[in-house]
């Protein structure tokens, strides 16, 4: 009898041991991190409400909960020239959940050193999209082509108007690169916004615009306003007939690239595995057949390169502001 109590309490007290033992194995087991994301993903736009860019990167809203099962919020964040959203999307949790967007405005600030972030205090995500500007004139007016306008401008030096929304920034560098190009003085003419511009072009106050199609795309349709020359390396695909200023022997490119770009970017400090999830799901709402409609709708270019590729791009576009500023604003 008493090695029978004996078996059954050293059996008794085998199994608690047993138990408490693989209790602490599992409280001691590191928790599984969750796979990013679960909460919804914000996208800062340092511009206001309405305006294009803020329109394109509402589009991407739809197609994230389609595509991906995911929620991407828009935060108009304006001021500054975009200053202000790009310095609150850097200034965030590094954590993926807060992205912003990126333009040239923010990259061209930088170079000229009017801002103190540069390019490098963010982690570059994927490139959004890429804007062909284009020198805009009344389709019914005095200029037929590029050849017209610089005959006038070399007839009357400081007569012929050039206009673009802003100053210091791509816009303003073509509108001055092109006169240097062409060796005529030109009277530029800046205005708040682009929609002003072609306004004033429909109206004959001023001559011409430098501008991306997609502020003039309603009246480059209708037939109130045409573009003579584009500020690219090679035509437009939908602009087949208008020619680079290349091709007329225009060089409007001497110190590097200035393009209008846009691009997703997030906080410096994002880890490596985040920066591919978020890359990842940029390329694949990007790369969706919704978005890419948009994108020839509105005559912009896209290709969601990332990782090296992307932050290559964006230091080229910032060493072209860069060297352009330096020669031409001062």
């Known amino acids: 009898m008493?090695?029978?109590?004996?078996?059954?309490?050293?059996?008794?007290?085998?199994?608690?041991?047993?138990?408490?033992?693989?209790?602490?194995?599992?409280?001691?087991?590191?928790?599984?991190?969750?796979?990013?994301?679960?909460?919804?993903?914000?996208?800062?736009?340092?511009?206001?409400?309405?305006?294009?860019?803020?329109?394109?990167?509402?589009?991407?809203?739809?197609?994230?909960?389609?595509?991906?099962?995911?929620?991407?919020?828009?935060?108009?964040?304006?001021?500054?020239?975009?200053?202000?959203?790009?310095?609150?999307?850097?200034?965030?949790?590094?954590?993926?959940?807060?992205?912003?967007?990126?333009?040239?405005?923010?990259?061209?600030?930088?170079?000229?050193?009017?801002?103190?972030?540069?390019?490098?205090?963010?982690?570059?995500?994927?490139?959004?999209?890429?804007?062909?500007?284009?020198?805009?004139?009344?389709?019914?007016?005095?200029?037929?082509?590029?050849?017209?306008?610089?005959?006038?401008?070399?007839?009357?030096?400081?007569?012929?108007?050039?206009?673009?929304?802003?100053?210091?920034?791509?816009?303003?560098?073509?509108?001055?690169?092109?006169?240097?190009?062409?060796g005529v003085e030109l009277r530029n003419m800046p205005f708040n916004g682009a929609s002003r511009v072609v306004t004033e072009i429909i109206g004959g106050h001023i001559d011409s615009g430098v501008m991306k199609p997609g502020d003039c795309l309603s009246q480059l349709k209708s037939g109130k306003v045409k573009a003579i020359g584009t500020f690219t390396r090679q035509r437009v695909k939908t602009l087949p007939d208008v020619p680079t200023f290349a091709e007329l022997k225009y060089d409007v490119f001497p110190y590097g690239d200035v393009n209008m770009v846009t691009y997703i970017m997030a906080p410096k400090g994002v880890d490596k595995a985040t920066r591919e999830t978020l890359a990842k799901m940029f390329k694949t709402a990007i790369s969706s057949p919704e978005f890419q409609k948009i994108a020839t709708d509105s005559n912009f270019l896209t290709n969601p390169i990332s990782g090296d590729e992307l932050d290559k791009k964006i230091a080229a576009v910032h060493d072209g502001f860069k060297a352009t500023s330096q020669n031409i604003f001062k």
């Open 2 to 182: 008493g090695n029978k109590r004996t078996l059954v309490f050293f059996l008794c007290t085998m199994v608690m041991i047993s138990i408490v033992l693989g209790g602490c194995g599992k409280s001691s087991a590191p928790a599984k991190k969750p796979e990013f994301p679960t909460k919804e993903i914000t996208l800062i736009v340092p511009f206001t409400a309405g305006g294009a860019t803020d329109i394109m990167a509402r589009q991407l809203q739809p197609i994230f909960k389609k595509e991906l099962n995911a929620n991407l919020v828009v935060k108009n964040v304006e001021g500054g020239g975009s200053a202000v959203g790009i310095t609150e999307a850097i200034n965030a949790k590094p954590d993926g959940y807060t992205v912003g967007l990126a333009t040239s405005s923010f990259i061209a600030l930088a170079a000229q050193g009017r801002i103190p972030l540069g390019v490098d205090k963010a982690t570059n995500i994927s490139f959004l999209s890429e804007d062909p500007l284009i020198l805009v004139v009344k389709a019914d007016g005095k200029y037929a082509d590029i050849a017209s306008f610089i005959k006038a401008a070399k007839e009357a030096p400081g007569k012929i108007s050039i206009a673009q929304a802003g100053t210091n920034n791509a816009n303003h560098a073509f509108a001055i690169l092109l006169g240097k190009a062409a």
